[in-house]
């Protein structure tokens, strides 16, 4: 706590104790700079007022407090001074006698004399800056200790020298000025340096003629001559002129270009000249000045000496008198230089040029794009066409359909396959609704299961169409997911079958017609055995009858003989429905029907069946058979028909060898898990290599009163079955038929290659 | 039916119903039947000469067939006379059976009275064939009796030749040819050389020698 009012205190103590020395400070910021500026010219004169506002923005640039600034002018260039000197001393002294200035600036160019000793008697302790605009020589003690600034020379050699640099072919420089004191000054001046020039050039002075006449003689001048304007404060004939106004005046009448060594003189007109800058001399008089103010020292003797010009131009003149602007030196002010165009303008013109650009970009890029836009659209216009008409032309239905959105799109195709009006909008129950209620589960089955994974679907339905037509379609489609595995879209094509279908169906049924008509004739080959088939238990019947009579006639009549008759003939009859119904079974004309057979018990019919024909030509049929049973899957009347087909191939390929040579041995074996195998082979002759596939064509034929549609038949049978049906040769004679069919699977049990045993036997001599 | 002494019938069917109920008919017509299931059979079993006989054949066999089999019993020495019978008869097949000498050819079913009438028809020839081949065989006995040179004489008799050609023939005496005729007509137990003429082409002799 102590600490903290400790420290407090001494806080207190500093900032009083600065507030104590910064007390005279702070009265002293307040009090406003007083500035008094002395100029023997006048402030009517550009240059005095160029100097004196520059020198003014300086120093108030440059110091943080008040300034004011005074200024007092004698105007002695135009006025005579014997008389007024003294009364502009009084005036100024009495004016600020009891307002000191806290510093003077002096310009000056022919009154030193007098400014100095107003400084050095009235205000001796001010500090002064001063600016000598003269060729003079200036003596610093006029003005005490307190002084400091410089003088500023003209440069009357440069400008000449530039005349001839711009001009080569000026031989005559006509110098014009005034008569005061301070014109002579510049004109002795250019006296002097024009000395250099000698030989080079004539220079002529024209300082005693008044300004009318001057106005009027440069008017006159040769192309061969140049003018030099110096200053002309008063004419020969005592008229006093502000120097630029004067200028102005010869400027306007010359004929030839005008030149001058001062700023004001460019403005005005003339071509230009290496001229001293009043903007340059007032800041410079504004540094002293600032300086000083801020405590610095005023006593810094010698003056300095300035010496500096610059080449300014006028443009317009130089273009007025056709003056090569390349000859104007480096670092060479061109003023009054009406820009181009394109210089004046160029923002707005690269800005029109820009946005021109950028609209015709634009208006192009527009263009382009609605080309392209067309472009596409009839590309896009055109390959709906295109799918239309080939769609059309395929008669493929095409639809889409969008999940999301529900929507439904069809070609023009699938509306008329489904019996939609064109321009009908619907939804895909409408669509499903076309499927006959008998195909519609299993379809939408199909497509739910495979559209889901984004598989491809297919399947047969036909369509129920208004009107009660119905038609065969066959459908493929897809669906498709998107990037989650969601089904969002299924498409598809839709093609009729209905006439192929019909076509398929005719063909089916003429194939199964040209099977039994087959069969038939089958039949008709067997009719002679199969006559002997039933005439024999006819015959056993009839004789068995007949006998019968006669036992019944003799007496006593032998009963026991007459109940085997009547048991014999009941046999008989019997025997021969049993022939009667297996050619039936071969001939009927049924729809096959497809289910589990016993192939076994299929040849074993067909050796019955062809047993008397087998007896007839001597052949002697055995049947060998795996261990089975073996069930096949067919059907039962076409597989016989095979069965039968081959026995009896082989028993026509034996008609030539001897007849205790005629075998057939038919074997049943499994082939394979999933089929049956069954081979018929004979002992005949076999087949020339080129006619073991030749056999299977339609018509092909040896037999006088064949079809030549047996094999083709049992071909097609077999294949519909999907087994296969091939003939070989045996190595030892012969030719084998080979066929196979799918096993049933529902009774697939284990069978394995067991040896063959011999299971039928038909055998002529074997008969009980 | 009262023939003493019944005649065989051969049955040769492979149908073994139809083979029993043609034996039943056949037997109950009187006649002795004899079934046999093959050609082979039958013949296995024979020879079956002797009394009177026939046979009833299926034309179609297993094996060796009936028109094989009739073919066969040709050449037997006994040879009883055919019925066929077949289930389906076709004219080539009869007409060729009927030339090699079958009684008949009789369609299945068979009517009882066809088959009846034909084996009476058949057991007839049976006997008359049989009495036929009975006289031959005595008068081939008779024949045998003769010696070379009576054989020789009775050929030249038959052609018609006189004693004194016969003479100049066989380079003998007239009068030694006169004896061999007398005992070759005693021999021959014929009276009249007609009567000679009409054995020997029974039995067969050559009516001329060869020359």
């Keep these: 706590m102590r600490e903290r009012i400790v420290k407090m205190a001494v806080c207190a103590l500093c900032w009083m104790s600065l507030a104590t020395a910064t007390g005279v400070n702070a009265a002293d910021v307040e009090r406003a700079r007083r500035v008094l500026i002395l100029s023997d010219q006048s402030s009517v004169m550009p240059g005095v007022s160029t100097v004196q506002r520059n020198a003014e923005s300086v120093i108030r640039t440059a110091l943080q407090w008040r300034v004011e600034f005074n200024a007092e002018y004698l105007d002695a260039g135009r006025y005579p001074q014997e008389k007024l000197s003294p009364l502009f001393l009084n005036y100024v002294r009495e004016k600020y006698a009891s307002h000191p200035p806290d510093l003077i600036v002096a310009l000056c160019t022919v009154s030193f004399d007098l400014l100095a000793e107003l400084a050095k008697t009235d205000f001796p302790s001010v500090p002064i800056v001063l600016m000598g605009l003269t060729e003079g020589e200036v003596s610093l003690e006029k003005f005490g200790p307190n002084v400091t600034g410089f003088i500023q020379r003209s440069d009357m050699l440069g400008t000449m020298e530039l005349i001839l640099k711009l001009q080569p072919e000026v031989r005559r420089i006509v110098v014009i000025g005034g008569t005061t004191p301070f014109d002579k000054a510049y004109l002795n001046r250019v006296r002097e340096d024009a000395r250099s020039l000698?030989?080079?050039?004539?220079?002529?002075?024209?300082?005693?003629?008044?300004?009318?006449?001057?106005?009027?003689?440069?008017?006159?001048?040769?192309?061969?001559?140049?003018?030099?304007?110096?200053?002309?404060?008063?004419?020969?004939?005592?008229?006093?002129?502000?120097?630029?106004?004067?200028?102005?005046?010869?400027?306007?009448?010359?004929?030839?270009?005008?030149?001058?060594?001062?700023?004001?003189?460019?403005?005005?007109?003339?071509?230009?000249?290496?001229?001293?800058?009043?903007?340059?001399?007032?800041?410079?008089?504004?540094?002293?000045?600032?300086?000083?103010?801020?405590?610095?020292?005023?006593?810094?003797?010698?003056?300095?000496?300035?010496?500096?010009?610059?080449?300014?131009?006028?443009?317009?003149?130089?273009?007025?008198?056709?003056?090569?602007?390349?000859?104007?030196?480096?670092?060479?002010?061109?003023?009054?230089?009406?820009?181009?165009?394109?210089?004046?303008?160029?923002?707005?013109?690269?800005?029109?040029?820009?946005?021109?650009?950028?609209?015709?970009?634009?208006?192009?890029?527009?263009?382009?794009?609605?080309?392209?836009?067309?472009?596409?659209?009839?590309?896009?216009?055109?390959?709906?066409?295109?799918?239309?008409?080939?769609?059309?032309?395929?008669?493929?239905?095409?639809?889409?359909?969008?999940?999301?959105?529900?929507?439904?799109?069809a070609n023009r195709t699938l509306r008329t396959i489904l019996g939609f009006k064109e321009e009908a909008v619907f939804q895909i129950d409408d669509l499903y609704g076309r499927i006959h209620p008998g195909d519609r589960d299993r379809a939408l089955a199909a497509i739910t299961a495979a559209a889901g994974n984004g598989q491809l679907f297919e399947f047969e339905c036909r369509?129920?169409?208004?009107?009660?037509?119905?038609?065969?379609?066959?459908?493929?489609?897809?669906?498709?997911?998107?990037?989650?595995?969601?089904?969002?879209?299924?498409?598809?094509?839709?093609?009729?079958?209905?006439?192929?279908?019909?076509?398929?169906?005719?063909?089916?049924?003429?194939?199964?017609?040209?099977?039994?008509?087959?069969?038939?004739?089958?039949?008709?080959?067997?009719?002679?055995?199969?006559?002997?088939?039933?005439?024999?238990?006819?015959?056993a019947i009839l004789s068995n009858a007949q006998a019968a009579q006669r036992f019944l006639l003799a007496n006593p009549a032998d009963m026991e003989t007459l109940q085997e008759i009547l048991r014999d003939i009941i046999e008989d009859n019997s025997r021969a429905s049993e022939v009667i119904r297996r050619l039936r079974s071969l001939v009927r004309k049924e729809a096959h029907e497809y289910a589990a057979l016993d192939l076994a018990g299929i040849v074993r019919n067909v050796m019955l069946l062809v047993q008397s024909d087998a007896v007839l030509h001597n052949v002697n049929v055995s049947l060998l058979c795996s261990q089975g049973p073996h069930h096949a899957w067919g059907d039962k009347v076409q597989l016989t028909q095979v069965v039968l087909n081959l026995l009896l191939n082989a028993f026509d390929s034996m008609k030539d060898i001897p007849a205790d040579e005629r075998r057939v041995v038919v074997r049943i074996e499994q082939n394979g898990p999933h089929r049956v195998k069954v081979t018929v082979s004979d002992r005949g002759h076999g087949l020339p290599g080129d006619r073991l596939e030749k056999i299977f064509e339609p018509f092909y034929t040896t037999k006088p009163d064949g079809m030549g549609m047996g094999l083709t038949i049992s071909r097609s049978i077999i294949e519909a079955h999907g087994g296969r049906l091939w003939a070989e040769n045996n190595p030892d004679g012969g030719a084998t038929f080979n066929f196979t069919v799918r096993v049933d699977r529902r009774r697939t049990g284990r069978v394995g290659s067991q040896p063959l045993r011999e299971l039928e036997k038909s055998d002529h001599l074997g008969q009980p | 039916m009262d023939n003493p002494k019944p005649a065989t019938v051969f049955l040769i069917d492979d149908d073994?119903?139809?083979?029993?109920?043609?034996?039943?008919?056949?037997?109950?017509?009187?006649?002795?039947?004899?079934?046999?299931?093959?050609?082979?059979?039958?013949?296995?079993?024979?020879?079956?000469?002797?009394?009177?006989?026939?046979?009833?054949?299926?034309?179609?066999?297993?094996?060796?067939?009936?028109?094989?089999?009739?073919?066969?019993?040709?050449?037997?020495?006994?040879?009883?006379?055919?019925?066929?019978?077949?289930?389906?008869?076709?004219?080539?097949?009869?007409?060729?059976?009927?030339?090699?000498?079958?009684?008949?050819?009789?369609?299945?079913?068979?009517?009882?009275?066809?088959?009846?009438?034909?084996?009476?028809?058949?057991?007839?020839?049976?006997?008359?064939?049989?009495?036929?081949?009975?006289?031959?065989?005595?008068?081939?006995?008779?024949?045998?009796?003769?010696?070379?040179?009576?054989?020789?004489?009775?050929?030249?008799?038959?052609?018609?030749?006189?004693?004194?050609?016969?003479?100049?023939?066989?380079?003998?005496?007239?009068?030694?040819?006169?004896?061999?005729?007398?005992?070759?007509?005693?021999?021959?137990?014929?009276?009249?050389?007609?009567?000679?003429?009409?054995?020997?082409?029974?039995?067969?002799?050559?009516?001329?020698?060869?020359?």
């Design chain 1, 198 to 409: 000698e030989g080079r050039v004539a220079v002529e002075f024209w300082t005693d003629r008044s300004l009318a006449e001057l106005e009027k003689d440069v008017s006159s001048l040769d192309r061969d001559t140049a003018v030099f304007y110096t200053t002309i404060f008063r004419d020969s004939t005592g008229e006093s002129f502000v120097p630029v106004e004067a200028a102005q005046r010869i400027v306007d009448r010359a004929s030839v270009p005008v030149y001058g060594f001062f700023e004001g003189i460019v403005k005005v007109g003339a071509v230009g000249g290496s001229v001293i800058q009043f903007e340059t001399i007032g800041k410079k008089v504004g540094e002293f000045a600032g300086r000083i103010l801020q405590g610095g020292s005023a006593n810094s003797n010698p003056l300095e000496l300035h010496k500096d010009a610059l080449p300014v131009f006028n443009w317009t003149a130089l273009h007025r008198w056709g003056i090569d602007e390349n000859r104007l030196p480096p670092g060479s002010v061109l003023e009054f230089r009406t820009p181009s165009a394109w210089e004046k303008y160029r923002w707005y013109l690269l800005a029109g040029l820009a946005i021109i650009t950028f609209q015709t970009a634009l208006i192009i890029g527009l263009f382009v794009q609605r080309s392209r836009f067309r472009k596409v659209e009839r590309s896009l216009r055109e390959s709906h066409n295109l799918i239309e008409l080939a769609s059309g032309a395929g008669h493929l239905g095409l639809w889409v359909r969008d999940l999301p959105s529900g929507e439904v799109w």
């Design chain 1, 463 to 539: 369509l129920s169409r208004p009107g009660g037509t119905e038609r065969w379609v066959l459908v493929k489609g897809k669906g498709v997911l998107d990037s989650q595995g969601r089904l969002i879209r299924t498409q598809g094509v839709v093609v009729d079958k209905t006439a192929s279908k019909q076509t398929e169906l005719q063909a089916d049924r003429q194939r199964e017609e040209l099977t039994h008509i087959q069969r038939i004739s089958t039949m008709g080959e067997l009719a002679a055995s199969l006559a002997h088939e039933l005439n024999q238990p006819l015959t």
């Design chain 2, 16 to 211: 073994a119903s139809v083979r029993r109920a043609l034996t039943r008919l056949i037997t109950s017509a009187g006649h002795q039947v004899r079934p046999f299931a093959s050609a082979r059979e039958y013949l296995d079993s024979g020879p079956h000469g002797g009394g009177p006989a026939c046979l009833v054949l299926d034309v179609r066999l297993p094996g060796l067939s009936g028109l094989d089999l009739q073919r066969e019993l040709r050449t037997a020495k006994t040879p009883h006379p055919v019925i066929f019978i077949t289930g389906h008869a076709d004219v080539p097949m009869s007409v060729k059976a009927m030339k090699e000498g079958a009684v008949d050819f009789i369609p299945k079913p068979v009517r009882d009275e066809d088959l009846l009438r034909s084996i009476e028809q058949a057991m007839t020839r049976a006997e008359r064939e049989s009495a036929e081949r009975a006289e031959i065989e005595a008068l081939q006995d008779r024949a045998h009796r003769l010696t070379p040179r009576e054989r020789e004489v009775m050929a030249l008799v038959v052609r018609g030749l006189l004693n004194k050609q016969i003479a100049f023939e066989l380079g003998t005496a007239e009068k030694t040819v006169k004896v061999h005729r007398a005992r070759v007509m005693q021999k021959m137990q014929v009276q009249s050389l007609a009567e000679l003429v009409r054995v020997t082409e029974k039995i067969g002799l050559p009516p001329r020698p060869a020359s």
